[in-house]
C-alpha cells in the first residue's frame, strides 16, 4: 500500500468514526475530506452558512469543516455551560497549537494553575479604577492622531482602519509597558498580520508550521519585535536592582516576578493578538455604523456636547455620564462582534442541561456572533443599528446571549480597557468631525479570530462647524 493510500483509509477511517460518534445530533451529511465544505456558502460566509444550517437543524448541531468535526451551540444556555465550566471544555489545538506557536504561552492559550496565576497578577491593572488613571494619556494620544491623522483629510474619504489600528497599539503600549515605539505603525501592521495568519489558519484548517513562508516570516518578524523589547526589559531590571522607583504596570510586575525573557514576550505579544485589531476594528465598525445613521450620530454628539462641551480632558466622572457613548459601542459590538465564535474541546461525555450528551473528545464551537442577534431577545429589525436596545444594560447580558467579551472564568481581561479606549477615540473625534458614510464603500468582512474588513473601513470626514465656532 502507498503511503498516500494509507494517509486516505487513515482519513476514512478517522472520519467514518467521528461520523458514528455525532449521528445523534442533526447536521448536514458530510463528506470525507470535504466534510460539509461542498456548501459553497461555508466558504463565501461562514457565519450566514452557520446561521441558515441553525434555521434548518435548530439551535445544536454539528459540521464538519473539512475533516474537523464541530457540536455549534447556538443555544445560549448550552454555550454558558460550556464556557463555564474549563475543566470539561478545554482549550483546544486553536489555541494550543497554532495561536500558542506564534504568540507563546501567554494568558490565552495558557490553562489550570498557570493561568490562574498569571490572570491574578495582571487583573489589577485592568480594574475600572486603575484603566481611569490612564485617562489624560488616552485623551493626550488621541487628541495627537487627530491632529496628525485626520485634520489633514477633513472633506475627504478616510480608512478608520488605519487610523485606529496605529492609535489602539500606541494605547497598548504606553499602558502595558510605558513607551511609544517611533515605528508603531510598523508594529502595529505586524500585530495585524500575525491575527490574520493565525485566524486564517483556524478557519481553513490549515497547519501552522515554519514550512509554511508566511508563518516563518511571522515568526522572525516576532523575534525583531522581541528584540525591540529587550532594552525596555533591561531598562526595568536595572531599575529594580538598584531600587529605583518604577511605573506600576505590566512590564514592572514580569520583571519583579522574575519571568524569564520569553516568559515576558509570550504575555506581551498575546495581550497585544488579542487586544490590538479587536479594540481597532470595534472602534471602527461603531465609528461606521455611526456614519450611516445620522440621527443617531447626532444624539450621540449631543451627549458629548452635554457632558463634555469643548473640554477634551475626559475625566472618570465623564466616562460614567457617557452613557448613550457606552451603548453604541455595545450595540456595535453586538452587530459586528469582533471575536466572532470560541471553540473548546469537550473532554468527557456531558449532557447539556438541554438534554444533548457531547461525546468525549469533540470541539464545540460557539458562536457569540449568531448568539447576538437572536431575534427573540431583540426584536425585528436585528440588523438595525439602535443603541438604545442597551438602555440600563451595564454590559454584557448573558442572560440574553450577548457575551462579546466571551464568559466566566476564560472571559476578556481586556475589556473595561478596550470600551474606555473606545469610548475617548470615538467621544473626541464626535466633538470636532462629522462622519458621514460613503456610499460607494462596502465592508468586505472575513471572520478569523477576529472579523476584521478587509478592504479597510472607510468614511467621510467633515468639521463640525459647531464644536469650530464655540
Ligand atoms: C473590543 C475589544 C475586545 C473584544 C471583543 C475581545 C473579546 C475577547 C473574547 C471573546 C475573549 C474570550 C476568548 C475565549 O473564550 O476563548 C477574550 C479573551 C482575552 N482577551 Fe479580549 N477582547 C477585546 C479586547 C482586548 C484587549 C484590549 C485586551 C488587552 C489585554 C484583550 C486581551 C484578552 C486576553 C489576554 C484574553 C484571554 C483571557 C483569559 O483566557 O484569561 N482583549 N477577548
Given at each position: ?17 467521528d ?86 504561552d ?27 488613571t ?43 509597558i ?98 490590538h485589531?479587536t ?20 444624539k ?64 464545540v464551537?460557539v ?9 427573540d ?82 468614511v ?11
Open positions: 500500500m502507498s503511503i498516500i493510500t494509507y494517509f486516505i483509509v487513515i482519513h476514512v477511517v478517522f472520519f467514518l468514526m461520523v458514528i460518534k455525532l449521528s445523534k445530533i442533526p447536521g448536514p451529511v458530510p463528506v470525507p475530506v470535504l466534510g460539509n465544505l461542498y456548501d459553497r456558502m461555508a466558504l463565501t460566509s461562514f457565519i450566514g452558512w452557520l446561521s441558515k444550517l441553525r434555521r434548518k437543524y435548530g439551535k445544536i448541531y454539528r459540521v464538519f469543516t473539512g475533516s474537523r468535526a464541530y457540536v455549534v451551540l447556538m443555544d445560549k444556555v448550552a454555550a454558558r455551560e460550556a464556557l463555564s465550566d474549563p475543566r470539561t471544555f478545554v482549550k483546544g489545538p486553536d489555541y494550543k497549537d497554532k495561536f500558542s506557536f506564534v504568540f507563546g501567554g494568558l490565552v492559550t495558557s490553562v489550570g494553575d498557570k493561568h490562574k496565576a498569571d490572570r491574578a497578577l495582571f487583573a489589577k491593572y485592568f480594574t475600572q479604577k486603575k484603566i481611569e490612564h485617562l489624560p494619556v488616552l485623551c493626550e494620544q488621541t487628541l495627537q492622531a487627530i491632529n496628525t491623522e485626520m485634520e489633514p483629510h477633513v472633506g475627504q474619504v478616510v480608512d478608520l482602519e488605519h487610523f485606529f489600528s496605529i492609535l489602539a497599539f500606541k494605547m497598548f503600549c504606553r499602558f502595558a510605558n513607551h511609544e515605539f517611533a515605528d508603531s505603525e510598523v508594529w502595529s501592521e505586524l500585530t495585524s498580520r500575525g491575527s490574520n495568519i493565525i485566524g486564517e489558519s483556524i478557519v481553513l484548517g490549515i497547519p501552522v508550521t515554519t514550512w509554511i513562508p508566511r508563518v516563518k516570516k511571522l515568526l522572525e518578524d516576532a523575534e525583531r519585535f522581541h528584540r525591540v523589547c529587550d532594552p525596555l526589559i533591561d531598562a526595568r531590571i536595572l531599575a529594580l536592582q538598584k531600587g529605583e522607583e518604577m511605573v506600576d504596570d505590566p512590564l514592572t510586575v514580569m520583571v519583579q516576578e522574575k519571568m524569564t525573557r520569553k516568559q515576558m514576550y509570550s504575555h506581551l505579544v498575546t495581550m497585544l493578538a488579542a487586544g485589531d479594540t481597532a476594528f470595534c472602534t471602527c465598525y461603531t465609528l461606521f455604523l455611526l456614519a450611516k445613521n445620522p440621527k443617531i450620530q447626532a450621540l454628539k449631543a451627549e458629548v456636547k452635554r457632558v463634555l462641551g469643548n473640554r477634551t480632558n475626559i475625566t472618570p466622572e465623564d466616562i460614567s455620564q457617557l452613557t448613550y457613548a457606552k451603548n453604541c459601542f455595545q450595540e456595535s459590538l453586538r452587530i459586528y462582534s469582533v471575536v466572532p465564535h470560541v471553540t473548546r474541546v469537550c473532554i468527557r461525555d456531558t449532557k447539556l442541561s438541554c438534554g444533548v450528551t457531547v461525546p468525549a473528545n469533540t470541539e464551537l458562536p457569540i456572533c449568531l448568539l447576538n442577534r437572536d431575534t431577545e431583540w426584536g425585528e429589525p436585528i440588523d438595525a443599528f439602535d443603541p438604545d436596545r442597551f438602555e440600563g444594560i451595564t454590559r454584557e447580558s448573558p442572560s440574553k446571549g450577548y457575551f462579546p467579551f466571551g464568559y466566566s472564568t476564560r472571559s476578556c481581561i481586556g475589556a473595561t480597557l478596550a470600551l474606555t479606549e473606545g469610548t475617548v477615540m470615538i467621544t473626541l473625534l464626535a466633538q470636532r468631525f462629522t462622519f458621514y458614510e460613503e456610499p460607494s464603500f462596502k465592508l468586505k468582512l472575513k471572520s478569523g479570530i477576529t472579523m476584521v474588513s478587509s478592504n479597510g473601513v472607510k467621510r470626514v467633515e468639521r463640525d462647524t459647531s464644536y469650530a465656532s464655540s
